[in-house]
């Protein structure tokens, strides 16, 4: 699996889903691209340094202020629209996602589905908003994934909570409990929201492991290798089933 160029200054967590990216942003014609929660940017920028149009709609005035300035910074201020608003409404806040048939070629839906009151009915925005033939990009935390995590660091109880579907820290927490999602939940979801979902795959299988073992060897591991190690893990079982995030690319027919 290759990585897109516009991943070489990007985390190496996110090396597959940009590898599963390339194919659609590199294929030559700019694309009108909608990120739903894209933030601050991480995607948007590269994305639009690609020469592509990129909307993002995000609740966060904050995030989307960052993402004008990143945006500039870039010298692709001119091709990044931030719009303030929430991914179950798409029809409200974008008004090309308003009708049957949407306009955007690709649609982004990246750490989203855990915090939104209805995945079911984002993911239907995010399909309407599509135009026929359109790619829609959708990446979730893994629940064996977060498990895994909250063992490896010392909290076997939070580990079983989060097994059972349950909210590993009650007390601590301000904010409902984030989603984590099975890959054949997700599958199901993207499938009743009228999308052909393609192969999955594994986000972060490695990095974030990585990064919560402490010592000099973890902190020097070269980026690089980390990179190439991720996209060699992310496709394959068992080591995508443990890995961070679950990442699919899916098309509108």
Do not use: K
């Not at 579907?165 to 939940?185: E, G, V």
Request: hydrophobic fraction near 45%.
């Amino acid at each position: 699996m290759p990585a897109s160029p516009a991943a070489d200054q990007l985390p190496a967590r996110a090396a597959a889903v940009w590898a599963a990216l390339d194919p659609v942003v590199t294929a030559g014609a700019p694309l009108r691209v909608l990120d739903v929660g894209g933030g601050s940017g991480n995607f948007a920028v590269p994305l639009a340094r690609l020469g592509h149009e990129v909307t993002v709609v995000d609740p966060s005035a904050d995030a989307l202020a960052t993402l004008s300035r990143r945006a500039g910074t870039a010298g692709v201020g001119d091709r990044v629209r931030g719009v303030q608003g929430d991914g179950d409404l798409l029809h409200e806040v974008i008004p090309a996602a308003a009708g049957t048939d949407g306009s955007y070629d690709l649609a982004l839906c990246h750490s989203v589905l855990e915090v939104v009151d209805d995945p079911a009915t984002t993911l239907h925005e995010l399909a309407r908003a599509l135009r026929p033939g359109g790619t829609a990009s959708i990446a979730a935390a893994n629940r064996a994934g977060a498990v895994l995590a909250r063992a490896v660091a010392g909290h076997p109880v939070e580990a079983l909570a989060l097994l059972e579907d349950r909210d590993p820290a009650p007390r601590r927490a301000r904010r409902p409990a984030r989603r984590r999602f099975a890959p054949a939940d997700l599958l199901a979801l993207v499938e009743a929201a009228g999308l052909r979902p393609g192969a999955w795959r594994g986000v972060s299988v490695v990095a974030d492991l990585l990064d919560m073992t402490s010592g000099e060897a973890a902190s020097g591991a070269d980026p690089d290798a980390v990179r190439r190690l991720e996209l060699a893990l992310a496709g394959s079982s068992p080591y995508r089933d443990v890995a961070a995030g679950v990442h699919l690319l899916a098309t509108r027919p």
